[in-house]
């Protein structure tokens, strides 16, 4: 029987939902706060790769969304003009009978997993965030923004980079760092069938990303010296940034949609050292180890956090043991997707003629397509 019975979840996103979801499965009673509206979705698309799709599986979800997403076979790399095509094919991990990739819009994906936390039992109160934390050795007692206050067994802080729990737990350990790169995303009609990256030849690549039937985003990554959104008309700068581009990317760039529709996000790091719990607070996703999106992997982490510290808390055991057991599973892999990942952006940022983009790509799919 597990240690704990009722448990608060900050962060209603991947993290936050899928370890609802998770922990519902064990009979664990689960709060979410979450501190935007229902109807607010953050991003564009997401990209998920055969672990994800895995982790997925074992929350009951990868059916519902392959029903709505796009499924693929790997990454497919080109030059600026999109010449010289090199392909890497992804690994069945979620098994034989399932895609090695899938892309699926952010609403589709926040709309599924809100479903199944809600359907599951879980309550959710949005536009709700906690203001003060104190734990002894038998809970944690929460104050709401609200002013509600309550006890849990535990609380697991997946609310994002910019995560309150983290802060409340760990002050100012492993603050957001900028990286010193950026992306747009831009939504299209979908033209590929699988992911597609363009060397831009400058240090900055582009891509596309298949997210359903219809739908497809544009990436481009963006080095600036600061975490500052560009000013002046967006779709003006963007173009000028892709001056170089021929091929698809070029034609996306000669339409772009209107400078409201394009997203400019910097990437944002984070990297709490071990071990991501304090007494019976444990931070993970986003919170714990935000990373650059050159590998695709942050939302597959999150999942994964979930999975895992769903089975360990569901285990006959003591908190403090769940806790240090999720480490032993969790901390070493998503450190090191955090490392290749950072490796990559530092190579387009400086440009390095001897970066192995492709090389880097393939350790990480082999690291993933291990067993978590």
């Known amino acids: 029987m597990s240690a704990v019975s009722k448990v608060l979840v900050v962060g209603g996103g991947i993290a936050g939902l899928s370890t609802a979801i998770a922990l519902r499965g064990h009979g664990i009673a689960v709060d979410v706060a979450e501190k935007y509206r229902p109807d607010a979705v953050l991003g564009i698309g997401i990209i998920l790769q055969g672990n994800a799709l895995r982790a997925l599986n074992s929350l009951g979800l990868l059916e519902a969304v392959r029903e709505v997403g796009f499924a693929y076979d790997g990454f497919a790399f080109f030059d600026a003009d999109g010449e010289n095509r090199t392909f890497l094919k992804g690994d069945l991990t979620a098994g034989p009978e399932y895609p090695a990739m899938m892309g699926i819009t952010r609403p589709d994906y926040s709309r599924i997993l809100t479903d199944a936390a809600t359907k599951a039992g879980t309550r959710i109160f949005p536009e709700t965030t906690i203001t003060e934390l104190a734990q002894d050795t038998g809970g944690v007692d929460i104050t709401f923004s609200d002013g509600r206050r309550d006890r849990y067994d535990i609380v697991i802080g997946a609310d994002g980079i910019h995560s309150t729990t983290r802060q409340l737990v760990f002050g100012d350990l492993a603050a957001p760092r900028y990286s010193g790169q950026a992306a747009w995303r831009v939504n299209f009609p979908r033209e590929v069938d699988e992911l597609q990256s363009y060397d831009g030849g400058d240090g900055d690549r582009a891509g596309v990303v298949p997210l359903s039937d219809k739908v497809m985003y544009m990436y481009v990554t963006d080095k600036t010296e600061k975490s500052l959104e560009p000013q002046g008309d967006l779709r003006e ?27 400019w996000k910097p990437f944002l790091l984070v990297s709490l050292p071990r071990p991501w719990y304090k007494g019976r607070v444990i931070i993970i996703g986003d919170a714990a180890h935000a990373t650059s999106a050159h590998l695709g992997q942050g939302g597959a982490m999150a999942i994964e956090d979930a999975v895992v510290l769903g089975e360990e808390l569901g285990r006959d055991t003591d908190v403090a043991t769940a806790f240090e057991r999720v480490m032993d599973r969790r901390f070493e892999r998503a450190n090191k997707i955090q490392q290749w990942s950072e490796q990559l952006c530092r190579w387009e940022i400086e440009r390095a003629p001897d970066a192995d983009h492709t090389g880097v790509v393939a350790r990480a799919f082999a690291l993933v397509s291990e067993p978590i």
């Open 237 to 263: 700068v963007l173009r000028a940034k892709l001056a170089g581009y021929g091929g698809l990317i070029g034609r996306l760039r000669d339409n772009l949609p209107p400078a409201h529709e394009l997203v």
